[in-house]
């Protein structure tokens, strides 16, 4: 029997980890121990997602949030480290590349446990980004690389990991299981209700909500979009509504509250458009059809790129606003079998258990 402890903490975790969880149970072989850092804590942004997506209650609790990347990062590490002692994992697997991820990696490695990495070899090659540096690190000290894409195993190649002991997998996208195996259980987010066509927009990403001028330029794009384009309901992260509040900005949109994935799957197919600068928002775009226009300068996801369903436009508000007229009401077609065809969770847990 494999005793595998999982490390999750932060919202597309809990995504990610609930399907690959559902086929943990579903295979002989293999158990499950699941520890939730912390690192996002509110209700909208964790319990939320246990309570819709079936994740089981986490076996360890951690409250690790908060602070700059050092304390957070380092608080996880010391704990993390007891708990793989006590719990005596043959394996860590970790997803993506927040701090949980990091943490996790480099705790297991540390005390000689294997590290699975969900996720591995996506680049955005912007060393400014702490998820490209929790990546980056947390690929070369895991033993399993599970890649989402073409372009993950081509980086890792490109990075020379093919000389290395390492395996390396393309499994597919456990977002993709994810939005497939809940496509149906759509809940319209409370309080919202909407006949017009609009636009669905989320904004988080550091280089953006830690940018004045970024986040001043975004927010007037924001706003012009609403008036002019069409109405933008943007579920706000609680980070970027703290740093609009600090930089006094205005936000003329229909701001929510982060909602449920099942709310966000509601929004996905109602929406006309999807503007953002979330990794997974613009591949969920992608699934359900519609057009992305990114918020940012590089994408990891260059494959969308590639087959004209995203446009990236940084941060500048002219090329934001010409972007969404453009692209408003433009259905894509996910022909294209880029993300593995929901089977990656299946993938990654029958390697774990021959492994
Ligand atoms: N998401 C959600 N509610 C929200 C905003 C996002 O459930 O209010 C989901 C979204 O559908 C996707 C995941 O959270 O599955 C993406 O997480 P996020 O944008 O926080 O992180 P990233 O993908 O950029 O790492």
Known sequence: MTRLLTIIGARPQFIKASVV???????????????????????NMSKVFFEQLGIPKPNVQLDIHGGPHGVMTGRMLAEIEEVIQAEKPDRVMVYGDTNSTLAGAL????????????????????????????????????????????????NLQREGFTHKPMRILQVGDVMQDAALFFAERTATPVGLD???????????????????????????????????????VLPLHP?????????????????????????????LNHCGLVLTDSGGVQKEAFFFGKACVTLRDQTE?????????????????????????????RDVKDSHQLYGGGKAAERIVQTLVDA
């Not at 004209?308 to 941060?315: F, I, P, Q, R």
């Open 194 to 232: 909407f006949s017009e066509n609009f636009i669905l927009t989320t904004l988080h990403r550091a280089e953006n909500t830690d940018d004045l001028q970024r986040l001043t330029s975004i927010v007037n794009a924001l706003n012009h979009v609403h008036q002019h384009v069409a109405p933008i």
């Open 21 to 43: 969880s559902k086929a943990i149970q579903e295979m002989e072989g293999i158990e499950e121990i699941l520890l939730h850092t912390g690192q996002h804590f509110d209700a």
């Open 301 to 329: 996801w260059v494959e969308l790129i590639n087959v004209g369903a995203n446009e990236l436009v940084g941060a500048e508000q002219e090329r934001i606003v010409q972007a969404a007229e453009r692209h408003f009401g």
């Open 239 to 267: 980070r970027t509504r703290g740093a609009i509040e600090k930089a006094g900005l205005s936000l003329d949109v229909t701001v929510i509250d982060p909602v449920g994935y099942f709310e966000m799957i509601w929004l």
């Open 107 to 154: 705790a297991a490695a540390k005390l000689h446990v294997p590290v699975a990495h969900v996720e591995a070899g996506l680049r955005s090659f912007n060393m400014r980004m702490p998820e490209e540096i929790n990546r980056i690190l947390t690929d070369q000290i895991s033993d399993l690389l599970f890649c989402p894409t073409e372009t993950a195993i081509s």
